[in-house]
């Protein structure tokens, strides 16, 4: 089982950084949406950096439910709109 988990750690940690690099705010640079957008982008990325801080403390629970947190806030930004977003395979568009 302890094989599965990490597999499937690794595969979500890709599939965070994958969508943080894709992830373009839509907004304008003057709207109150941009802030939202800036907060989403800052949760997934602060998710995704304590995701790597729980695989270097061996801890692959907390790591997984990191990265998937993190993938789930710019999923939701994704359907709200705020990001500029074409992979149906990573964001629920």
């Not at 690794?10 to 969508?19: H, I, S």
């Not at 061996?58 to 994704?78: R, T």
Request: glycine share 6%.
């Amino acid at each position: 089982m302890a094989a599965d988990l990490n597999e499937k750690v690794g595969r979500y940690e890709k599939l965070l950084k994958k969508a943080l690099e894709l992830a373009q705010p839509a907004p304008r640079s003057s709207s109150h949406l941009m802030k939202v957008a800036d907060d989403y982008l800052n949760m997934a990325q602060s998710y995704y950096n304590d995701g790597l801080h729980f695989i270097k403390i061996e801890d692959p629970v907390n790591a997984l439910v990191c990265f998937s947190y993190g993938h789930a806030w710019l999923d939701a930004g994704a359907r709200l709109g705020i990001f500029d977003v074409d992979d149906n395979v990573l964001f629920t568009i």
